[in-house]
Nanobody
Framework: QAQLVESGGGLVQAGGSLKLSCTAS??????MAWFRRAPGKDYEFVAV????????YYTNSVKGRFTISRDIAKNTVYLEMNNLKPEDTAVFYC?????????????????WGQGTQVTVSS
């Protein structure tokens, strides 16, 4: 059965950096994405990468600060986050789907990780 395991969350001061990892087991996916959920809010799309082409797509609020990448050999996707802001505080989830399209809606992803907490202090 396919599984996603995230790591790399933590507590960081505003302006700092963190790098999240998500390793897939059981199968290879067409695209993998990061979503986040802040306290009291709904899930928010962050970024997605197409596995074969490496094409990427970001939500506007993270463009220029976050970078999504993948290591094909390790079946792992990364989210490098720089210049973090308090409003980035959330549980970050890795998600995957079979198709390669760069989609930003939660309903299109059928495999999810357990989430990793990112807290940015001011």
């Amino acid at each position: 059965q396919a599984q996603l395991v995230e790591s790399g969350g933590g507590l960081v001061q505003a302006g700092g950096s963190l790098k999240l990892s998500c390793t897939a087991s059981g199968r290879t996916f067409g695209s993998m994405a990061w979503f986040r959920r802040a306290p009291g809010k709904d899930y928010e799309f962050v970024a997605v990468i197409s596995w074969d082409s490496g094409s990427t797509y970001y939500t506007n609020s993270v463009k220029g600060r976050f970078t999504i990448s993948r290591d094909i050999a390790k079946n792992t996707v990364y989210l490098e986050m720089n210049n973090l802001k308090p409003e980035d505080t959330a549980v970050f989830y890795c998600a995957a789907r079979m198709g390669p399209e760069l989609l930003d809606r939660r309903l299109y992803y059928n495999v999810w990780g357990q989430g990793t907490q990112v807290t940015v202090s001011s």
